[in-house]
T-cell receptor, first 113, second 111 residues
């Protein structure tokens, strides 16, 4: 079974719609992250959370919000989706007491029309 | 500033060795990672090296680190078609959470 899961795996939506992407982990890690991947740009950090009450903006947080519902769950919301948010979104986790190596989920491919 | 650079494409024949290169800029104590991304999948951690090491070997994978030139390479011996993927280099300063990713190198293995 996958340690880091993301739902949905694929989503097509329209401009202006609110979208939520969900991430769950069974690794027992305290830290969770949301990235987006665009061709030729690598991965860019959207938000990160060091524990349930500690949430921080990454380099490209505008247009996104997050919620850390539990240590194992971290969701990403697009309040009003726009076409340039079409991308591949990855959740990752790490353990602060075990070196902070990040482990990634399988990704969500989001298309905004 | 912080930057990690990789070439975008590499093509090799099955059975040959592949060498994927990466340059980084952080001069602090640094962890350097290699991740593999297969089509439709997430990033799979292959290996990592700390900046006080010169080399790390794990089965078909060899990581070489040239600290003077801030150059990292991943060598895959006896490359197979299943090695076709995008390979990401990333760096992280020790004591911090922040990863800096390269743009990824797409490896194509020709039969």
């Amino acid at each position: 079974d996958a340690d880091v899961t993301q739902t949905p795996r694929n989503r097509i939506t329209k401009t202006g719609k609110r979208i939520m992407l969900e991430c769950s982990q069974t690794k027992g890690h305290d830290r969770m992250y949301w990235y987006r991947q665009d061709p030729g740009l690598g991965l860019r950090l959207i938000y990160y959370s060091f524990d349930v009450k500690d949430i921080n903006k990454g380099e490209i947080s505008d247009g996104y919000s997050v919620s850390r519902q539990a240590q194992a769950k971290f969701s990403l919301s697009l309040e009003s989706a726009i076409p340039n948010q079409t991308a591949l979104y990855f959740c990752a986790t790490s353990a602060s007491l075990r070196g902070d190596t990040q482990y990634f989920g399988p990704g969500t491919r989001l298309t905004v029309l | 500033g912080e930057d990690v650079e990789q070439s975008l494409f590499l093509s090799v024949r099955e059975g040959d060795s592949s060498v994927i290169n990466c340059t980084y800029t952080d001069s602090s104590s640094t962890y350097l990672y290699w991740y593999k991304q297969e089509p439709g999948a997430g990033l799979q951690l292959l290996t990592y090296i700390f900046s006080n090491m010169d080399m790390k070997q794990d089965q078909r994978l060899t990581v070489l680190l040239n600290k003077k030139d801030k150059h990292l390479s991943l060598r895959i011996a006896d490359t197979q078609t299943g090695d076709s993927a995008i390979y990401f280099c990333a760096e992280r300063t020790s004591g911090t959470y922040k990863y800096i990713f390269g743009t990824g190198t797409r490896l194509k293995v020709l039969a």
